[in-house]
């Protein structure tokens, strides 16, 4: 646009774009005339200005400047632990690859050696994948694709290490009998609890980061509890009536700690029969006894989490309901519960097979007195 003189100034000013970059603010001039003398002037230095930022642009990028380019660009606006989880791996990144080392030099042998690194620090495939090759492929993927950058052909799915699939472990309903006839009483409501809401061990008993389920938490008016999730983000679950339940007679246990154990005997400043605040590894414990007396034997406390999300989802076959019970922030990641109904579909294909097998079809069944169909000429 030409000039213009915005509303309660003398002076006009001047708004116009070179090459996508917009220019914009005020000649100082109370004549038009003069205004756009000062209006061309600013366009002849504009597109110098234009010029030289695309030099300095496709001017060859460093690992540190092109890192600290992608956060500002993707990485601080990504959901959830998305921001957090970037900024952790832009910065190993940056301290195993240097932070002057030039994109253009990055090479397969280079990638091999960061997947190394990264497997000696004991972690599993997928992390080493989420953490190391994956970050690093975008970042150079966007500076040849909008930054103008040369980079090496990178072969990434040599550097992909193979990721076993996550199993999805429910308990059926004979082993739950069989857990808790041999769980401790005072350790009842607790995996009740994780059965009901799927909430993962570290929401409910407190650790060294994680502080537990505490009275405060709980709003019985708003019928919700606050539980701090993983990646320390806060989040709320609804109080159903079964949690409800459960929960409202714990109260007269404790006035801090929603989950409690009984003392067995009387010592270490404890007394017996009294309630006292469940620990990680107390519930680790009797967790681990209590599954091995049962013959869970490939049961984790984590599979509370799954049996919670397939009964959810067997239940109303809603998966939008297990994505918010879950708290996932991509329904991709809740996506791996679906065989819960497609389970139920093969039952209900073959309850129909059954069905129709046990019928005697008059045309087909000649052994039952039915006369044979003739051939047709």
């Not at 010592?267 to 869970?296: C, I, Q």
């Amino acid at each position: 646009m030409s000039v213009y003189k915005p509303a309660k100034s003398p002076y006009y000013a001047y708004d116009f774009q070179i090459r996508g970059v917009r220019f914009t603010g005020s000649t100082g001039c109370t004549g038009k005339r003069d205004a756009e003398k000062f209006e061309k002037t600013r366009k002849e230095e504009g597109r110098l200005e234009v010029k030289a930022l695309a030099t300095q642009e496709s001017a060859p990028l460093n690992f540190a400047t092109a890192a600290a380019r992608y956060y500002l660009q993707i990485g601080q606006h990504l959901k959830g632990d998305g921001a957090k989880n970037c900024q952790w791996s832009i910065n190993w990144l940056e301290r195993e690859i240097g932070s002057a080392t030039l994109l253009s030099s990055i090479s397969d042998e280079l990638v091999a050696k960061l997947v190394g690194i990264r497997r000696g620090e004991a972690v599993k495939n997928a992390t080493v994948n989420r953490s190391v090759t994956e970050p690093l492929r975008k970042i150079l993927n966007r500076a040849r694709d909008v930054w103008g950058q040369t980079v090496k052909k990178i072969d990434w799915k040599l550097h992909m290490l193979q990721e076993p699939k996550e199993r999805v472990r429910e308990m059926s309903q004979s082993e739950e009998f069989a857990l808790f006839d041999q769980l401790r009483v005072d350790y009842h409501a607790v995996v009740r609890f994780a059965l009901l809401s799927g909430c993962r061990l570290c929401e409910i008993v407190p650790g060294k980061e994680f502080p537990g389920l505490r009275w405060k938490d709980v709003d019985w008016a708003g019928q919700k509890i606050s539980v701090m999730g993983k990646g320390r983000v806060l989040a709320t679950i609804p109080i159903s009536a079964g949690i409800r339940e459960l929960l409202f007679p714990l109260q007269a246990n404790h006035d801090e700690f929603v989950f409690t154990y009984v003392a067995q005997r009387s010592n270490g400043g404890r007394v017996r029969g009294k309630h006292y605040p469940m620990t990680r590894e107390g519930l680790k414990s009797e967790w681990r006894r209590s599954k091995l007396d049962a013959g869970l034997l490939d049961y984790r406390f984590h599979d509370n989490r799954h049996t919670a999300a397939t009964g959810v989802l067997r239940a109303t076959g809603n998966l939008k309901a297990v994505q918010k019970l879950l708290r996932h922030t991509d329904i991709a990641t809740t996506a791996k519960y679906a065989h819960a109904m497609i389970d139920d579909v093969r039952d209900a294909m073959e309850a129909n097979e059954k069905n129709r097998e046990s019928r005697n079809n008059p045309r087909t069944d000649t052994a039952a007195g039915a006369k044979p169909l003739k051939a047709v000429d």
